[in-house]
């Protein structure tokens, strides 16, 4: 269900065939949301409105401040100045999230090194994803299409990003939008988080835009085995998925793609 607020209306000019008139134009929103834990605030993400539970959900568990659902006592919109732009956390351990925000904000402002990087990857004991999953070459390139045809405000904005789950027959579970790549990744493993549906052994998660180093570790923090999306990849975000052995698909448009790694998971 799309968020009344994931939606901004406008007036614009548009000239089109020579001609200048004024138009009703749809632009995405974007609104801070503030994650609050156990009273404390965490974190300030950029996000389109909705699903914010879900989101909150992802980025605990992605950003291993909690290892699973159970963790989670309670999760509620804050209402402020009318906006429910705050969601609090109640976490069933009290320990100081001082060291999470600091390497956070590092991470999101400046960024560290590879190496350094993917080290921190390891040292969360991310584990492989599963080797059994597999799917067709021909039923990944319908994923694109599939995508684009259930994104409900991109259809109208043409400003969103999107992720998605696809099961081994190319059946669409579940599809989430944001402004931001990473948001709606989020958007997706939170809801798997709260639906019990982790690890994700069974899908395919398809990413609008480019599959970047976060991207990668959010969703093998996930367990996804195979993440493809319609742009390239960046350099870091290869090394990852092939030091973890996730199949990782890029410029997956029309009947064409590379493969970066693990390939083996792509039925020949």
């Not at 909150?56 to 006592?73: H, P």
């Not at 009290?94 to 960024?111: I, K, P, V, Y």
């Amino acid at each position: 269900m799309t968020s009344a607020r994931s939606i901004d209306v406008t007036r614009v000019n548009e000239w089109k065939d020579g001609h200048l008139q004024s138009v009703q134009d749809y632009l995405v929103a974007e609104e801070p949301l503030e994650i609050r834990v156990n009273n404390e605030a965490l974190a300030v993400t950029m996000r389109t409105a909705g699903h914010d539970l879900e989101l909150t959900a992802g980025f605990l568990f992605t950003e291993g401040v909690i290892q699973d659902a159970t963790q989670i006592v309670d999760l509620k919109p804050v209402a402020i100045n009318g906006k429910s732009n705050v969601v609090e956390a109640q976490l069933d351990h009290a320990a100081s999230l001082e060291d999470f925000r600091r390497n956070f904000t590092a991470t999101a402002s400046c960024g560290v090194c590879g190496k350094a990087s993917i080290e921190s990857v390891r040292l969360r004991g991310i584990r492989p994803p599963s080797t059994e999953f597999a799917i067709d070459p021909e039923l990944l390139c319908s994923l694109p299409e599939k995508l684009h045809a259930q994104q409900v405000v991109f259809g109208r904005t043409g400003g969103l990003h999107a992720a998605a789950l696809f099961d081994s027959k190319g059946k669409l579970t579940v599809l989430r939008e944001d402004i931001g790549r990473h948001n709606a990744v989020d958007k997706v493993i939170g809801w798997a988080l709260q639906q019990r549906q982790l690890p994700l052994s069974n899908y395919a998660m398809m990413v609008s835009g480019r599959g970047g180093f976060e991207i990668v570790q959010k969703a093998l923090e996930a367990g996804v085995p195979i993440l493809a999306s319609v742009s390239a990849p960046s350099g870091l975000a290869v090394q990852l998925a092939r030091e973890f052995g996730m199949t990782l698909v890029g410029f997956l448009r029309g009947r064409r793609f590379v493969i970066y790694s693990g390939p083996s998971r792509i039925k020949a």
